[in-house]
């Protein structure tokens, strides 16, 4: 979609600092980290929000969590523990309207989060 920070950066039109990509996903380096580790897993599709999710996006959503996992083992982070954390809405400090999952670690992770 035009205009939207991450589909252009899934494009390949704006500069990331990429982790992992594959025909249905991209990951990059958050810019403004909030723990040592701090990934965004963004599906490459076009859904402003979680509420936009519909059925067909199951195996999408599916695989995201898929994506975290290697990126856990590859930063060696199954031990430590990490968080994967969408903000649905912006009462919810939803600031980019393309779905995105924040992937933090190397830290211990404080509950319930403010
Ligand atoms: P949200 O607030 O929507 O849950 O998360 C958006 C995230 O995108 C924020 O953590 C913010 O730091 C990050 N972000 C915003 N603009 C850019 C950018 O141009 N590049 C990268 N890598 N991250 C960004
Ligand atoms: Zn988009």
Known sequence: MENCLFCKIAGGKEDSDTVYKDENVVAIRDINPQAPIHFLIIPRKHIPTLMDIEGRDKELMGSV?????????????EMSGFRVVVNCGSGAGQSVFHIHFHMLGGRPMKWPPG
Do not use: C, G
């Open 65 to 77: 969590f898929t994506v975290a996992k290697k990126l856990a083992e590859e930063n060696d982070l």
